[in-house]
């Protein structure tokens, strides 16, 4: 007796578990993708609070938080993140800001 691999059911069965491996991936991605924008969204809150204190630079260390903050402030202090964290990942930004822990 001859038996074949390629059967209704063993593909059905294949196309699930295909189905569940990329189901897992784009969940996964969309969970890291808002966790990032949750802790960028933290950061920039207190780049917000105290402008003076932060630190932007581009991808080659470069400093431009004054062209960044012209940009952004305005957007910050009324709660718009999302053009700045675009901004942020687009072109590889790296942002700092001094926090004072208040004991």
């Known amino acids: 007796m ?3 691999l390629v059967t209704k059911k063993n593909i059905a069965i ?3 578990i295909i189905i569940v491996i ?3 991936v784009c969940f996964d991605y969309f969970r890291t993708q808002n966790a990032n924008n949750q ?3 933290k950061v920039l809150q207190a780049v917000e609070q105290n402008p003076v204190s932060s630190k932007v630079e ?3 260390g470069k400093d431009i ?3 960044f903050l012209s940009k952004y402030l305005d957007d910050l202090k009324k709660g718009n993140y999302s053009k700045a964290i675009k901004e ?3 072109r590889h930004y790296s942002v700092s800001t001094n926090q004072k ?3």
């Open 58 to 60: 581009d991808k080659n």
């Open 2 to 4: 001859k038996y074949s």
């Open 101 to 103: 822990s208040t004991s």
């Open 65 to 67: 938080t004054e062209e």
């Open 14 to 16: 294949a196309t699930f």
């Open 22 to 24: 990329i189901a897992t």
């Open 39 to 41: 802790e960028l969204t």
């Open 88 to 90: 942020i990942r687009e």
